[in-house]
Antibody, heavy 119, light 107 residues
Framework: EIQLVESGGGLVQPGGSLRLSCEAS????????MTWVRQAPGKGLEWVAN????????YYLDSVRGRFTISGDNTKNSVYLEMNSLRAEDTAVYYC????????????WGRGTLVTVSS | DIQMTQSPSSVSASVGDRVTITCRAS??????LIWYQQKPGKAPKLLIY???LLQSGVPSRFSGSGYGTEFTLTISGLQPEDFATYHC?????????FGGGTKIEIK
């Protein structure tokens, strides 16, 4: 079964940093773009970043560009989200998902990891 | 950025009902429209892509239609497991954007 497992969330103070990880299994990781999407408590889904299959091309939500960095390691079947200068409005469950470059869908999704930015 | 607007934001329905959710895009996304189902505390699940194509394993009571800026998700014969929140997403261009979600509640 294809699986994505996120880790690295937690409580961090405003201005702090966190690094999220997402480990993939049961599919050819290096053939797929990957995505991070977040969901603030009680709110809708918000796309955060994408990384191409060769881990070179990257795309970001305007409000996180310059603060967040998406990266990937095809030898470890993992994608990462380095988050710096965190703000209260970054508080959310962060999901990683496999992205179809042809159809644009996100499938599957991991279970998510909660990031709370608070003093 | 392309803005996605879903309506209604919530709907009360009974088992067996037919429910239709609308998603409107602020500009033409051709057929690049995706629908997800999300249950409380769970990750979203892909239902429909390219506006009308059913993901493998999704029951045929789910259907999608539309093109350009207006799309619909229809559930024909609501089942107990269908009470959830539904999200649309445009896949035409980055940034990918989602609608605000539609919650289907038990009447």
């Amino acid at each position: 079964e294809i699986q994505l497992v996120e880790s690295g969330g937690g409580l961090v103070q405003p201005g702090g940093s966190l690094r999220l990880s997402c480990e993939a299994s049961e599919f050819t990781f290096g053939n797929h773009w990957m995505t991070w999407v977040r969901q603030a408590p009680g709110k809708g889904l918000e796309w955060v970043a994408n990384i191409k299959d060769d881990r070179s091309g990257k795309y970001y939500l305007d409000s996180v560009r310059g603060r967040f960095t998406i990266s990937g390691d095809n030898t470890k079947n993992s994608v990462y989200l380095e988050m710096n200068s965190l703000r209260a409005e970054d508080t959310a469950v962060y999901y990683c998902a496999r992205y179809s470059g042809i159809h644009g869908w996100l499938d599957p999704w991991g279970r998510g990891t909660l990031v709370t930015v608070s003093s | 950025d392309i803005q996605m607007t879903q309506s209604p934001s919530s709907v009360s329905a009974s088992v067996g009902d037919r429910v239709t959710i609308t998603c409107r895009a602020s500009q033409d996304v051709t057929k690049s429209l995706i629908w997800y189902q999300q249950k409380p505390g769970k990750a979203p699940k892909l239902l429909i892509y390219t506006a009308s194509l059913l993901q493998s394993g999704v029951p045929s009571r789910f259907s999608g239609s539309g093109y350009g800026t207006e799309f619909t998700l229809t559930i024909s014969g609501l089942q107990p497991e269908d009470f959830a929140t539904y999200h649309c997403q445009q896949a035409e261009t980055f940034p990918l954007t989602f609608g605000g979600g539609t919650k289907i509640e038990i009447k």
